[in-house]
């Protein structure tokens, strides 16, 4: 049973384009994650949403727009694609530990989005 | 404002030996400390962390660490390294004064040669 998954796993798409990325885990965690890691490995978190409300937004661009439906689930919505958007998106989760947790996070296995 | 150094890009080691691979943190009050290993292709894996009590920690796969208050270090090491070891280490901080922002060391690759 996975714990975080993410669809898809692959993303090719053009410049301009609009393009989403879903996130669920069945962890029951109360906090989610969406991290970017670029060609060089490094990893920058983009946004983070505890109990569906948004409490972590880096300075990243407005075409991001993260939303999160329930609890659960954690989505990325891309407007306009450029190429510089190029990276594996990496979705993860974890329950801190003042809420009974370990403060883990828990990664999916990423999506690789590729704008051409 | 936190940090976390990793001042090692690639750490080479003979399948074998012992391993070390370097991380430094800054954080207000007291951290919370962890490691984590990708494999290629793949997510972040949980390797181990430090909240509090004793400065060696235990965790995956024969993984250990040394938290050092005074040099603000969290170096993790491995008494004899496996080739199937080689892969992307990170550092990661996260003050433990509330919030949810951890932040990840630029990471650090492992090479165990045969």
């Known amino acids: 049973d996975t714990a975080v998954s993410q669809t898809p796993k692959y993303l090719v798409t053009q410049m301009g384009n609009d393009k989403s990325i879903k996130c669920e885990q069945n962890?029951?965690?109360?906090?989610m994650y969406w991290y970017k890691q670029d060609s060089k490995k490094f990893l920058k978190i983009m946004f983070s949403y505890n109990n569906k409300e948004l409490i972590i937004n880096e300075t990243v661009p407005n075409r991001f727009s993260p939303k999160s439906p329930d609890k659960a689930h954690l989505n990325l919505h891309i407007n306009s694609l450029e190429l510089g958007d190029s990276a594996v998106y990496f979705c993860?989760?974890?329950?801190?530990?003042?809420?009974?947790?370990?403060?883990?996070?828990?990664f999916g296995p990423g999506t690789r989005l590729t704008v051409l | 404002a936190q940090s976390v150094a990793q001042p090692e890009d690639q750490v080479n080691v003979a399948e074998g030996n012992p391993l070390t691979v370097k991380c430094t943190y800054s954080v207000s009050g007291n951290p919370y400390l962890f490691w984590y290993v990708q494999y290629p292709n793949r997510g972040l894996q949980f390797l181990l962390k430090?909240?509090?009590?004793?400065?060696l920690v235990k965790g995956s796969y024969g993984f250990e660490a040394e938290f050092n208050k005074s040099q603000t270090s969290f170096h993790l090491k491995k008494p004899s390294a496996l080739v199937s070891d080689s892969a992307l280490y990170f550092c990661?901080?996260?003050?433990?004064?509330?919030?949810?922002?951890?932040?990840f060391g630029a990471g650090t690759r492992l090479f165990v040669k045969a």
């Open positions: 993860a989760s974890s329950q801190d530990e003042a809420s009974g947790g370990t403060d883990t996070q828990y």
């Open positions: 990661a901080v996260r003050a433990n004064t509330g919030g949810f922002k951890t932040i």
């Open positions: 962890l029951g965690h109360d906090t």
């Open positions: 430090y909240i509090t009590g004793d400065n």
